[in-house]
């Protein structure tokens, strides 16, 4: 049966698309299958020879291309000792090179975590350290290396290369032709630093409030909209020569578990599956889309053997080869994840994923033993010869589409040229402006003025930086309005304040003019909710902004002037001070449906509300 929240969404969801003019939502039931993905051509010339480089390949050689690995470490040849000590724990080898060497991976993926990202220049060395281990082999193949870039929320590589605003803020802004700037010009920075595949644009169509691990990686809950900003997200980072991934099949946005701890159901109907999911996938797989990613999800619609969409032959076969018709590479979300490690032990996960129809698997949690499972099955006939050489081309042919053959190395001049430039800079903060949504302006609190309100106050949530550099955000926003004319004070009281924290607070606004409080993820049990009241019983002018998911202003009764900056990297926060601040109009309108937290049923903002100064 599905569930009342999707009922909900999906209704206010039409409601918005009648009111913007837009039409009904795609249409349900069964598809005609998509075209053929639109691609950089390849020669008949160039095909023969990843042929031949097939055919020259060891059984162990071909299963290296099918994994996408971390490894710890800022250098391919000479990392520190601890994350030395770390690569020989967890893989058994020391570094990128020794893991290049002995498992001939197809893919190697970086982590700040990893300690893989410390500067621009750095990247591009590791990169070029990585290319040259590859091409040191017997059958040399170039890595795809990979990072996790989305913007807003999830940003893998912070300052100085630039950050854009995240997808629910882009689809804010409701422009297209944004969504593409932001990804060619990511994906050119991502291309200088020798990275060629980004796990981005999120095709996710955010139907669930309570979705924890979607939410503003998400573009919206429209699937219209949601479709138009993803085809846009592919064209600018393919564009700029990075493959993108559109991610997570069949679609992740009405669930209310997080596929990190745990394993999610989506009880959509095939019907509404058409309608709510379908439709962002389909617009990637036009738009030419080099890969897609898998969800760690159950779809009992598709497959009621309660195995995940990543283990799911009637999932990733049935419905995305056959009815999409997309035959570009299938990349697994982690392996380390526990949706997909709950059903089934770690050695079979893999055979599993690449019987169901993946091509590339994403991080397993022990490589030497998914290695050496994928080869048994391989030796027992589980998996044939044929499967694994048409998984192996497919894994050829996108990295001949990237230039990698060609040339996989790059240059600190091709960094110093494009990574963080002033002009990009310029344009992620220009994108930025038309993305913050006033949601309240009851009694025109809003804009501030520095001659009525010069004091101001700052407090909230100080979430750590998404990317990991900049921050934290109540010192971001008030250095940001102190710059626009104001004395801004920064008062961090957390994501859970005290009732000290929250005195503290009240105290300090009795020598202030205004307070601007920074919400985040705010629930009918949060004390959040407590330091919003106590500051709105000062009588001064509050003005609340939400810096993660824009429904905590249905929690926050009283409150006259809210907004939604849809994250809190320093990019967006300076944006929502030009707003707060009237320099800048607020443009932006909702792209999810809000429901009042006393009435559910009801909505309280629907999609496409914003308003003006």
Same mark, same amino acid.
């Given at each position: ?131 040259? /281990? ?37 689809? &804010? ?12 010009? $990511? ?35 429209? %699937? ?6 993803? $085809?846009?997200?592919?064209? @600018? ?24 701890? @745990? ?47 990543? +283990? ?42 690449? *019987? ?47 230039? +990698? ?11 110093? *040229?494009?990574? @963080? ?44 930086? %998404? ?15 102190? @710059? ?6 920064? +008062? ?15 105290? &300090?606004? $009795? ?25 709105? /019983?000062?009588?001064? %002018? ?20 809210? +907004? &939604? ?12 001070? *030009? ?35």
């Amino acid at each position: 049966m599905h569930s009342r929240r999707t009922v909900l969404t999906t209704a206010a969801a039409a409601a918005a698309a009648a009111a913007l003019g837009e039409g009904p939502a795609h249409a349900a039931g069964p598809q005609p299958a998509a075209s053929p993905s639109p691609a950089r051509p390849v020669s008949p010339a160039a095909l023969d020879r990843l042929r031949r480089t097939v055919s020259r390949m060891t059984p162990e050689e071909k299963v290296g291309q099918l994994f996408v690995m971390r490894v710890y470490g800022d250098s391919a040849t000479d990392p520190d000792p601890a994350d030395a000590a770390a690569n020989r724990e967890e893989i058994g080898v020391a570094n990128a090179a020794e893991l290049i060497a002995t498992y001939r991976v197809g893919g190697i993926i970086y982590f700040n975590w990893a300690h893989n990202i410390r500067d621009p220049h750095q990247v591009a060395d590791l990169s070029n350290g990585i290319q040259e /281990a590859a091409a040191a082999l017997r059958v040399p193949v170039p890595v795809l290396i990979s990072t996790d870039q989305e913007h807003g929320a999830v940003a893998r590589i912070g300052a100085p290369a630039t950050l854009f605003p995240g997808a629910m803020a882009l689809g &804010a802004s409701g422009s297209r032709e944004d969504a593409r700037a932001a990804g060619r010009i $990511a994906g050119r920075e991502l291309c200088a630093m020798g990275i060629r595949q980004d796990y981005a644009p999120d095709a996710d169509v955010n139907v669930n409030p309570a979705n924890p691990v979607i939410g503003v990686r998400s573009f919206g809950a429209d %699937p219209r909209a949601v479709s138009r900003m993803v $085809a846009a997200q592919v064209r @600018g980072y393919q564009g700029a020569g990075v493959a993108a991934c559109a991610k997570h099949f069949p679609g992740h946005g009405d669930t209310d578990t997080d596929s990190h701890v @745990g394993l999610p159901y989506i009880h959509h109907s095939a019907q509404e599956w058409e309608r709510l999911d379908a439709p962002p996938f389909r617009a990637a797989i036009a738009a030419g889309i080099d890969t897609i990613m898998t969800a760690h999800i159950v779809v009992p619609a598709f497959d009621p053997s309660g195995d995940p969409a990543t +283990l799911s032959r009637p999932i990733l076969t049935g419905i995305l080869r056959e009815r999409l018709g997309y035959d570009g590479v299938v990349v697994t979300d982690s392996l380390g994840m526990e949706g997909v490690r709950e059903k089934y032990g770690d050695a079979r996960v893999p055979v599993l994923a690449l *019987r169901a129809g993946a091509d590339q698997l994403l991080n397993p949690p022990d490589l030497p033993l998914a290695y050496r499972a994928v080869l048994r099955a391989l030796e027992g006939g589980e998996l044939s010869e044929r499967e694994l050489d048409a998984k192996v081309l497919r894994i050829l042919l996108l990295k001949e589409r990237r230039g +990698l053959f060609a040339d996989p190395y790059t240059t600190h001049r091709a960094v110093d *040229r494009v990574v @963080g430039t002033r002009g990009h800079l310029a344009a992620a903060d220009r994108i930025a402006d038309r993305t913050t949504t006033l949601l309240r302006n009851d009694g025109g609190v809003l804009p501030l003025s520095p001659r009525r309100e010069g004091r101001v106050l700052v407090v909230g949530a100080d979430a750590a930086a %998404p990317s990991g550099t900049g921050g934290p955000p109540t010192r971001v926003l008030a250095r940001a309005l102190t @710059g626009l004319g104001f004395t801004a004070t920064a +008062l961090p009281t957390g994501m859970a304040p005290t009732r000290a924290q929250i005195d503290r607070a009240r105290a &300090a606004l $009795a020598e202030r003019d205004a307070v601007v409080v920074a919400t985040y993820d705010v629930t009918a049990s949060s004390p959040q909710r407590d330091l919003v009241a106590a500051l709105l /019983a000062t009588g001064k %002018p509050v003005v609340q902004l939400a810096v993660r998911n824009p429904y905590d202003i249905a929690q926050l009764g009283g409150v006259r002037a809210g +907004l &939604a900056s849809y994250s809190w990297t320093d990019v967006e926060l300076r944006a929502a001070a *030009r707003v707060i601040a009237g320099r800048r109009d607020p443009v932006g309108r909702l792209p999810v449906a809000i429901m009042r937290a006393d009435a559910p049923r009801t909505v309280l903002y629907g999609i496409g509300h914003g308003l003006n100064y």
